[in-house]
């Protein structure tokens, strides 16, 4: 860095730390105007170089500093809004975040002298993704991060986009690849002597074999980590390790050394004023001490825990907060409870989460502490019932010697009725004869109709097969006129041969989609439990090439965990729905395309929108009708059954599909999946 810029850079965080200290003075918005773009950028790049992510006095002025970028034209305006987006997403608010996220995108993406900026945007984009655990979009997102960097030889780039992925895929469960991943960016960084990451590397690999149970080279690993980064006293490193020695002692149920290493952790957060998750360490101890049923000890533990969670928002908040609530419950300490209830209510005003009472705070907290009293007194009600047992023992044998009394004097009056039940058994038998004659000539009709419904699934595929064999011969022959013609061929004789061969193209296309039609309307529905996340992974992944060279903008929303469905049907539906965006995006603009879930008792609905050209209104009552197609002027070919197709598939799961659309803004299409599927197959 220069000289000027550093020079430059500590007058800017001087300013904003005057503007800070003294409430009175506003230095810092209007330092920023003052700038010219130079400058601008020169700040933006050294908050990112030196890692100035967290200063409290970044925070402050980002919002600035981005609006005097968009004013000026600066150049790093795309940088500028990944800045901002990563204060938001810093603060768990994702969706602010991707929306600045794809904002840099889209001025990054198309130029060359921004590629960096651009791959830098797909690793944050991904990275909004690993939080709402839609892992596979997140990959996506990551390898392509790694493509553009692998594209301009940023080897660091490589590195953070590989590291990136083996993380998704150690959260994902996928532990082998997730160790590859990470070895090919360890091979990488030691070629590179101004590569930082390796002591990242180590630890992610030693968390990832840790996982996997072998507890040897993840040991190996994780001391690596520790000798690198007490070398260059990296104290934030040291607190990562200190956590990871406490998860492997947590596997080998040593609660001493747990509370050893987490204490470690504990002192170098402190010591240092670590900008990390400092309750983790004092709530893991506490929750080791309650188990040890030591409640004193783990309230200590619990109410530094609440500090922490308090002073930076976390989502544990409410978790630690009812424990330290139910030990003050249980322990009579009215006035230290009164304590613990203003500060939450205070916390909670402040965020404007809950309303102006009392009863809001208490109830939303105490929820937790209630559910955990109902199990505890479930748990003694059942011990009650147990010491009760050997009572009712006693009752019950009474009760069996006076019901055989009874029931020798009911058989008596049995053997009447058996006599009357023989006669009417005959009956019935004669009856039963005449059914199995009838269910024979029926069983026997059902296997001609399996034979036959056999006949026209084999005819389909042959038929198709057969049909398909002259439509590659014309074609082929087109291809022999034209080379036996040569330079004999004229203008008006290659626009038949031209006519021809797209007539037998598109013949063969659509001979191929009625055997697509035919195959969803006869193939056995396989129901099974689907990932839809890892069925849109799987889509998206099919269609990287369409997506990257179109320039389309994907937004998936949460999906359930998972489905009832038949997954290859499944994943045609989507691929055929996303197809049609893409195939029908509108010429002025960039395609975004949405996928959304919601559901009911009974349902799950999801739907695809997009801001293409749009369908007109006496049409829409026609799209899922097989062979109509649709009028366009840009000549779009279709053979008007990709949609015929849609339909079948999610009749055959028991829905509906439905489509909203305005010419010239855009369509949605929504279709439902029934829950019990399961069950309808049985």
């Not at 590629?115 to 830098?120: C, I």
């Not at 849609?646 to 803004?665: F, L």
């Amino acid at each position: 860095m220069s000289n000027k810029r550093k020079l430059l850079l500590n007058v800017f965080f001087l300013c904003s730390n005057v503007a800070l200290s003294f409430s009175s003075l506003t230095l810092s918005p209007d330092y920023i105007s003052s700038l010219s773009c130079s400058a601008l950028d020169s700040i933006v790049y050294d908050i990112f170089d030196n890692d100035r992510l967290h200063d409290p006095a970044v925070k402050l002025i980002v919002d600035e500093l981005v609006k005097q970028l968009k004013e000026k034209d600066c150049t790093t305006i795309a940088q500028g809004l990944n800045l901002s987006g990563f204060q938001y997403y810093t603060e768990n608010e994702i969706i602010t975040a991707r929306k600045l996220f794809l904002e840099a995108e889209q001025i990054s993406r198309n130029t060359s002298s921004l590629q960096h900026v651009y791959a830098h945007n797909q690793i944050l984009l991904g990275l909004t993704h690993v939080t709402e655990l839609q892992y596979n979009v997140a990959k996506l997102y990551f390898e392509r991060a790694k493509d553009i960097y692998s594209s301009i030889d940023n080897t660091i780039g490589v590195v953070d986009a590989l590291q990136n992925i083996g993380l998704v895929k150690i959260e994902d469960g996928k532990l082998e690849e997730a160790v590859q991943n990470l070895k090919e960016a360890e091979d990488i960084c030691k070629q590179d002597e101004y590569c930082t990451h390796l002591g990242y590397i180590y630890h992610n690999l030693s968390r990832a074999l840790l996982k996997s149970g072998n507890m040897n080279e993840a040991v190996k690993y994780l001391d690596l980590a520790e000798t690198i980064w007490t070398n260059n006293s990296f104290h934030q490193g040291l607190f990562f390790v200190a956590m990871s020695r406490a998860d492997l002692y947590q596997q080998q149920g040593d609660n001493d050394s747990q509370i050893f290493f987490m204490k470690k952790a504990i002192d170098l957060s402190e010591r240092y004023h670590l900008d990390l998750r400092k309750h983790e360490p004092y709530k893991r101890i506490g929750n080791i001490y309650l188990s040890l049923h030591q409640a004193h000890n783990a309230n200590e533990y619990y109410l530094k825990a609440l500090d922490f969670s308090i002073e930076m928002s976390d989502a544990d908040l409410e978790e630690i907060s009812s424990k330290v609530i139910n030990y003050y419950k249980r322990n009579n300490k009215g006035a230290k409870l009164e304590e613990v209830y203003e500060r939450l209510i205070d916390f909670y005003r402040e965020r404007e989460l809950i309303a102006n009472s009392k009863s809001d705070i208490i109830f939303n907290v105490e929820k937790n502490v209630n559910q955990r009293d109902d199990q505890n007194s479930e748990l003694m009600t059942t011990l009650g019932n147990q010491k009760t047992v050997l009572t009712f023992v006693s009752l019950i044998l009474g009760l069996i010697s006076f019901f055989l009394i009874v029931i020798y004097s009911e058989n008596k009056k049995r053997k009447a009725l058996l006599q009357q039940v023989e006669s009417q058994n005959v009956k019935l038998n004669n009856i039963n004869n005449q059914l199995a004659k009838s269910t024979q000539t029926i069983s026997t009709q059902n296997k001609q109709l399996e034979i036959q419904n056999e006949s026209l699934k084999n005819f389909a595929s042959i038929a198709s097969h057969d049909l398909k064999s002259p439509a590659r011969t014309i074609k082929s022959f087109v291809g022999l006129l034209r080379k036996k013609l040569g330079a004999q061929l004229d203008t008006s004789t290659s626009s038949i041969l031209d006519v021809i061969d797209q007539t037998s193209h598109n013949m063969y296309d659509l001979i191929q989609d009625i055997l697509n039609f035919s195959m969803v309307e006869n193939d056995a529905i396989k129901i099974t439990a689907c990932k839809v996340t890892d069925v849109l992974g799987g889509v998206l992944s099919d269609m990287s090439n369409d997506i990257t060279e179109n320039n389309i903008n994907i937004e998936i929303r949460k999906m359930p965990s998972s489905i009832q469905a038949d997954k290859s049907k499944l994943k045609q539906l989507f691929a055929n729905l996303v197809s049609n965006s893409i195939k029908y995006r509108h010429p002025e603009r960039d395609c975004i395309i949405e996928v959304t879930h919601e559901e009911n008792d009974a349902f799950h609905s999801f739907s695809v929108s997009d801001n293409g050209i749009g369908i007109e209104k006496d049409f829409q009552e026609k799209v899922f009708i097989m062979f109509e197609k649709r009028t366009d002027n840009r000549n779009i070919a279709s053979n008007g059954i990709g949609l015929a197709i849609c339909k079948k598939i999610v009749e055959i799961h028991k829905g509906t599909i439905t489509v909203k659309s305005v010419a010239g803004e855009g369509s949605n299409f929504s279709f439902t999946i029934a829950k019990d599927l399961l069950k309808e197959v049985k």
